[in-house]
């Protein structure tokens, strides 16, 4: 069976063959499970063998930075960083009447960038406070007393569940046998630190 990638890739040399020339980007997904410090397309190799670059865009939270990686045939340049915004339209409705959530992208300068992980670190310490405070809250009640909601003004589960991944893979917090969270002796100091 021929992969994927040796099909399509004739597709790719007849479009740099229009007039003009025209740069060609195209989407390929990373490996499985990929992090973001490894976002070469699957197939790896091969691909970036016959490509001229390999960006990428990596997600945190409401950000996205996008960059290279394992190749970039130009001048290198610095990240970019750009706002995940979810917005509604007027113009955007399902078939009966209401509006449709959907994504826009803003650039944002590195310095809003550093303010927003800022943000996250104290949103983080305001969590271990929380779950310090209310062991057995659930994703639920944690994003409710977080303040954060959805559009349709439902607590914010996804989000509560991102912050909750990140304090456990830092060792911060462990799950307990109700299915609640508690504090590790780590935790318990950075809830400390953060309050000074």
């Known amino acids: 069976m021929i992969p994927v990638f040796w099909a399509i890739f004739p597709l790719f040399y007849w479009i740099f063959n229009f007039p003009g020339k025209p740069t060609v980007i195209a989407n390929c997904h990373p490996v499985k499970n990929a992090s973001s410090d490894n976002l070469v397309p699957a197939g790896g190799g091969n691909f970036l ?48 009447g209401r509006k449709i959530p959907t994504v826009i992208s803003q650039w944002i300068s590195e310095k809003v960038t550093e303010e927003m992980a800022a943000q996250a670190v104290g949103d983080q310490i305001r969590m271990l406070d929380l779950i310090s405070k209310n062991p057995k809250a659930s994703l639920s009640k944690l994003a409710e007393l977080m303040k954060w909601k959805m559009h349709n003004g439902d607590p914010n589960k996804v989000k509560a569940q991102r912050c909750v991944k990140k304090l456990k893979g830092a060792a911060l917090i462990e799950e307990n046998h109700n299915g609640g969270h508690r504090l590790t002796s780590k935790g318990g100091k950075a809830v400390l630190e953060g309050k000074e």
Do not use: C
């Open 49 to 96: 063998n016959q490509v001229d670059g390999n960006l990428t865009a990596a997600k945190t939270d409401s950000t996205t930075e996008l960059h290279w990686q394992g190749k970039f045939r130009g001048v290198d340049f610095a990240p970019m960083y750009f706002l995940i915004k979810t917005v509604t339209h007027e113009r955007l409705k399902d078939s009966n």
